[in-house]
């Protein structure tokens, strides 16, 4: 700890005895706009801090779907991945212990063939950053519409989050 002539004052002090003082509008609106920056800064530090935190302990995630070629070509695994409830389930807790949270969403219809997932990581206290993913929407597939739409978004929510909380999954 410093001697108590080192401590140096919270720009809320400084905020008060500025006001106690008498200083002027413009005075006041730099001091204002001191404390935004610095809580911003603080807040940031504080996020990056928790991710961090929770890169640190989270466990690789799984692969647990396979997916196989059709029988008239190769007949064999193609690929596996994990579906995005194996990831909730297997990120859920470490966000928690650290105060973290997402949430999706799709700002706007598909542009020709993608959609664009953004994912929003926040903290306890607001702090949140915003990462954009685009998917292309197979227009071959065997499904309506909807159905294409949704294989895509949620494949952009899988990877995306895993992109934005700088994680992997088992094979990669």
């Known amino acids: 700890l410093l ?99 997402y949430s999706f969403d799709s700002p706007k219809l598909p542009e020709k063939d993608y959609i664009f997932v953004e994912v929003t990581l926040s903290d306890l206290a607001g702090h949140h950053i915003i990462k954009r993913f685009p998917v292309q929407i197979d227009r071959k597939a065997y499904m309506n519409e909807p159905q294409k739409v949704k294989s895509a978004t949620s494949f952009g929510m899988r990877t995306a989050l895993i992109m934005a909380l700088g994680l992997v999954t088992d094979n990669e």
């Open 3 to 101: 001697p108590e002539a080192h401590v140096v004052p919270s720009v809320e002090s400084l905020l008060q005895t500025a006001i106690e003082r008498g200083l002027d509008p413009a005075g006041l609106e730099k001091l204002v706009e001191l404390s935004e920056r610095v809580a911003a800064k603080r807040a940031e530090r504080e996020f990056f801090a928790a991710l961090h935190a929770f890169q640190a302990e989270c466990p690789t995630i799984r692969n647990t779907k396979q997916v196989y070629s059709k029988p008239d070509k190769e007949g064999g695994l193609r690929y596996t991945f994990a579906p995005l409830p194996q990831v909730v389930r297997t990120i859920r807790p470490y966000l928690e212990k650290h105060g973290l949270s």
